[in-house]
């Protein structure tokens, strides 16, 4: 099965993100994240045999993290502005999440590798082509989205994939102090 842990975002931060996708469209020809799909992802496990679920199930019930705000905090590209393959936002203060990050990693660190290069993010979209570079990175740098919520829990999260799209299923879920 494919796995992976996640923060799931209240329904009024999927609206702010769904409507900010709306305003991305005319910039790219791309993949969007479905709007009950966004998610900030703390680790991707990828396959994983069905008999180590009860172990990774139990790991992460050693997490203990403080609940904390977040903010959605800019916007931007990966791997670079050169080259766009994901647009996303960024969450912040960044270092709250990193801590539940990295605390999520120490533990499934027999699982999994570890985590190297982790930036709090909340992917948008999966770009096939840039229409027109410069206005879409215009439009990135002076958009404010806005919004805060509280991260109190995290999951572990299965995802199947099929013709439409990935189908999440939550597996468990994990409550911060």
Same mark, same amino acid.
């Given at each position: 099965?494919?796995?992976?842990?996640?923060?799931?975002?209240? &329904?009024?931060?999927?609206?702010?993100?769904?409507?900010?996708?709306?305003?991305?469209?005319? !910039?790219?020809?791309?993949?969007?994240?479905?709007?009950?799909?966004?998610?900030?992802?703390?680790?991707?496990?990828?396959?994983?045999?069905?008999?180590?679920?009860?172990?990774?199930?139990?790991?992460? &019930?050693?997490?203990?993290?403080?609940?904390?705000?977040?903010?959605?905090?800019?916007?931007?590209?990966?791997?670079?502005?050169? !080259?766009?393959?994901?647009?996303?936002?960024?969450?912040?203060?960044?270092? &709250?999440?990193?801590?539940?990050?990295?605390?999520?990693?120490?533990?499934?660190?027999?699982?999994?590798?570890?985590?190297?290069?982790?930036?709090?993010?909340?992917?948008?979209?999966?770009?096939?082509?840039?229409?027109? &570079?410069?206005?879409?990175?215009?439009?990135?740098?002076?958009?404010?989205?806005?919004?805060?919520?509280?991260?109190?829990?995290?999951?572990?999260?299965?995802?199947?994939?099929?013709?439409?799209?990935?189908?999440?299923?939550?597996?468990?879920?994990?409550?911060?102090?």
């Amino acid at each position: 099965m494919r796995l992976f842990v996640a923060v799931e975002l209240p &329904k009024e931060i999927k609206d702010k993100l769904y409507d900010f996708q709306l305003k991305i469209k005319p !910039f790219v020809k791309a993949v969007f994240v479905h709007k009950k799909n966004l998610h900030l992802t703390l680790k991707f496990l990828g396959e994983v045999e069905e008999k180590r679920l009860d172990g990774i199930k139990n790991k992460l &019930k050693n997490v203990n993290v403080r609940k904390f705000k977040v903010r959605i905090e800019g916007t931007g590209v990966f791997p670079n502005e050169k !080259f766009i393959r994901i647009v996303w936002v960024g969450l912040g203060p960044e270092e &709250k999440v990193i801590e539940l990050q990295k605390k999520v990693d120490e533990e499934l660190i027999e699982f999994s590798e570890q985590e190297t290069r982790f930036k709090a993010h909340l992917t948008l979209a999966r770009v096939k082509h840039v229409k027109n &570079k410069k206005n879409l990175l215009d439009f990135l740098k002076n958009s404010n989205i806005g919004g805060e919520f509280v991260v109190s829990e995290f999951s572990l999260i299965k995802s199947e994939l099929t013709k439409d799209g990935p189908r999440y299923s939550v597996v468990e879920t994990y409550a911060l102090e």
